[in-house]
Each structure stands twice: as structure tokens, then as C-alpha cells.
């Protein structure tokens, strides 16, 4: 079945250091992706998306990257704040294109 | 800020009983999720909801049912509840006709004793 996946559980890294979170998505027909964060007791909060058609996307402090040859997404985050410590999930179309499918999910832990 | 709601926002029940789940959203939205979500897992769709009358199961086999009569209001209903439904629900919106941003309500922890 299809399935969209984080390559580690957690990840953590210094106050101000670059992020890097990352996802394979297995569905090749799927043309929108989007990231979330979900912070502790609270529903997933949307953070950037892109569409099949663009292989970049920047936001403030985020950017987004999306590799179609290797199914691959990225999520950077530039001069992480301990207010980024959260769980991130990509999501996907699913192929039945009903709605977004999620992925496990990254945890990251931002020291000061 | 999404303006997506949900009731309860934490219940402990006992097996055996009926529960409902609140959603409202004031977005006018037409289309309406329900996912399921173990801590720290991924989120697994259970129904979703195009419109008013609409309504379909997602991915993941669910024993709760939904409704969907008033556009603003997506309850989820558990007619007999099990300590296998403990989990986190959380209810989301998103408009247009194509796919879009989910906006996400806070959640209801359910715990069945």
C-alpha cells in the first residue's frame, strides 16, 4: 500500500543550527505535499506545501524541497528556535486522491 | 488561526458506552476529516466528508460513524466503546475543489477504561 515516511524518529540539534527533516513518499502520482507540526496535546499546525510542479519552496525560515526522481521531501529549518521543538509530519494525496496521508512523523528537540 | 473546534477535549469512559465526538468549524467549509492518532504516530484517516450528506470511510477501518447534515458541524460516534478506541481524534477542514491546506482542531483524548 502506499505509505509516506520519515527517515529518523527524532532528531536533535542546537539552538540556532540548520534542521534538516526529511520524507519518502511512495505514491509517484501525487502531485501536493504539505508539512505539519504538531506541538504537544495540540492538532497538527500547517507549515509550508508544495505542489508537484516545483522542486522548491521557501518560506520564512522554512524551505521545502521536493525531489520527484527519488521521492523525496525535505523540510529545512534555519536557525532553529527551542519554539520549533515539535513533532513534524509530511503528508501526501493519497492515490485515491480522498485526502492527505501521513507520515510517521519526526520528533525534533531543540537544546539552548 | 483555524476556527475548527472540538468537544470533548479529553474523556474517560467506560466500555460499554455511547460516546460522540464534537466538530464544528466556522470557515464554511465543505470538506471534513476525521483522523485517528495513536501518541507519537502517524495520523490514520477514518472518514472524510465532501459536503453536506457525504460521507465516506478513509484508510483506516474504524467501528465509529459520522454524520454530516449541517455543513459546520462533523460529529463521530462510537455506539459501544472499547479500551481498543483509546487514541487521540482529530477532526480537520479544508475548502475548494481541489485539495488544499487541512486546518486541524485540538484533538479529543479518548481513554476507555
Known amino acids: 500500500g502506499e505509505s509516506v515516511g520519515l527517515h529518523l524518529p527524532t532528531l536533535s540539534v542546537q539552538e540556532g543550527d540548520n534542521s534538516i527533516i526529511n520524507c519518502a513518499y511512495s505514491n509517484s502520482a501525487s502531485d501536493y505535499f504539505i508539512w505539519y507540526k504538531q506541538e504537544s496535546g495540540k492538532g497538527p499546525q500547517f507549515i509550508i506545501d508544495i505542489r508537484s510542479n516545483m522542486d522548491k519552496r521557501q518560506g520564512q525560515r522554512v524551505t521545502v524541497l521536493l525531489n520527484k526522481t527519488v521521492k523525496h521531501l525535505s523540510l529545512q529549518i534555519a536557525a532553529t528556535q527551542p519554539g520549533d521543538s515539535a513533532v513534524y509530519f509530511c503528508a501526501e494525496i493519497g492515490q485515491a486522491g480522498t485526502a492527505l496521508i501521513f507520515g510517521k512523523g519526526t520528533t525534533l528537540s531543540v537544546s539552548s | 488561526e483555524a476556527d475548527i473546534y472540538q468537544t470533548p477535549r479529553y474523556l474517560v469512559i467506560g466500555t460499554g458506552k455511547k460516546i460522540t465526538l464534537e466538530c464544528s468549524q466556522t470557515m464554511g467549509h465543505d470538506k471534513m476529516y476525521w483522523y485517528q492518532q495513536d501518541p507519537g504516530m502517524e495520523l490514520h484517516l477514518i472518514h472524510y466528508s465532501y459536503g453536506v450528506n457525504s460521507t465516506e470511510k478513509g484508510d483506516l477501518s474504524s467501528e465509529s460513524t459520522v454524520s454530516r447534515i449541517r455543513t459546520e458541524h462533523f460529529p463521530l460516534t462510537l455506539e459501544s466503546a472499547r479500551p481498543s478506541h483509546t487514541s487521540q481524534y482529530l477532526c480537520?477542514?479544508?475548502?475548494?475543489?481541489?485539495?488544499?491546506?487541512?486546518?486541524f482542531g485540538e484533538g479529543s483524548r479518548l481513554t476507555v477504561l
Open positions: 480537520a477542514s479544508s475548502e475548494g475543489t481541489g485539495f488544499g491546506e487541512l486546518f
